[in-house]
Every structure is written in C-alpha cells, then in structure tokens.
C-alpha cells in the first residue's frame, strides 16, 4: 500500500510554478493573467515568471519580489514579469519586466544593487537600464511580442 500510495505521487505531474514574490498590496481592479487564465490578485498571493499583472482605472498593486526589488503597478497597467531568477547565497540573477501599458515604479533589491546590468525594464518604445536604485517608467500602448 505504501509504495503505491508512493508510486501514485511520484507521477503526479507537478503544476506549481516558481514563486518569483509575493503580492503585498492591492488596491481597486488588479489581475493576474497566465497560461492558468485570469484572475483577481489578492495581498499575500504569489506572483511568477510569464505573469501578467493588469491593474484598472481604480487599481494599483505592490509586488516584492524574492531579491527585495519592489515593483508598484500604477492604475491602467499591464506589466509581464518576463524572466526573473535568483539565487540567495550567490546574490546573483536577473530581472526583466515588460511593461506593456501604464506606469510601474520600481525600487531595486539585491540584484539591481549588485548588478545593476541584470535589470531591464522593456516598454513599447524603449528600454531601460538600470543605473540607479529607484526610477519611475510610464509606457503608452502595448508591446508587440
């Protein structure tokens, strides 16, 4: 009975994905959108790499991720977070976030403290690099993939 009961968990597939952080605070109309579908974002909820995070006219959210970098969604947002690893004893990973529509203020953590170079900000128009430890980018339109 036991090794069955073993052999019947060892092949469940596994569905959880990576938690890249964790959703601090949310305000107003704020999803989540994944290969999972949509759904609304709530304080303590786990955010990861491929997510969409999509805020409404009345909507902002807080996310910190697992370096300490805190990203701040502002109403009308779309931001993907598109990659994100990293690796506690080393210090080192990367960040890269995709904001498709609206505002996002971000305050780096470990990473972009680090290695500032490991951190891009993609928005329809531009890229953005990181040279200093807080900045504000606002993007109109969406990015084509």
């Known amino acids: 009975m036991i090794a069955l009961c073993a052999l019947t968990a060892h092949a469940q597939p596994k569905t959880e994905v990576a938690r890249a952080g964790t959703v601090k605070l949310v305000k107003g109309m704020v999803q989540v959108e994944n290969a999972q579908g949509s759904k609304a974002l709530l304080s303590g909820d786990a955010v990861s790499v491929a997510d969409v995070v999509a805020t409404g006219a009345d909507g902002a959210a807080s996310l910190v991720l697992r370096d300490g970098s805190t990203l701040m969604v502002g109403p009308n947002s779309r931001l993907e977070l598109k990659s994100f690893a990293f690796d506690s004893t080393t210090q080192d990973g990367n960040v ?6 609206g505002t996002l203020r971000m305050i ?7 290695h500032p170079e490991s951190v891009e900000i993609h928005t329809p128009t531009t890229i953005v690099g990181v040279l200093g430890t807080d900045f504000i ?9």
Not at 96 to 101: A, E, F, I
Not at 108 to 114: E, M, P, Q, R, V
Not at 137 to 145: D, L, N, R, S, T
């Open 96 to 101: 890269l976030v995709n904001l498709l529509r």
């Open 108 to 114: 780096t953590g470990l990473i972009g403290k680090n």
């Open 137 to 145: 980018v606002q993007a109109e339109g969406e990015v084509k993939p």
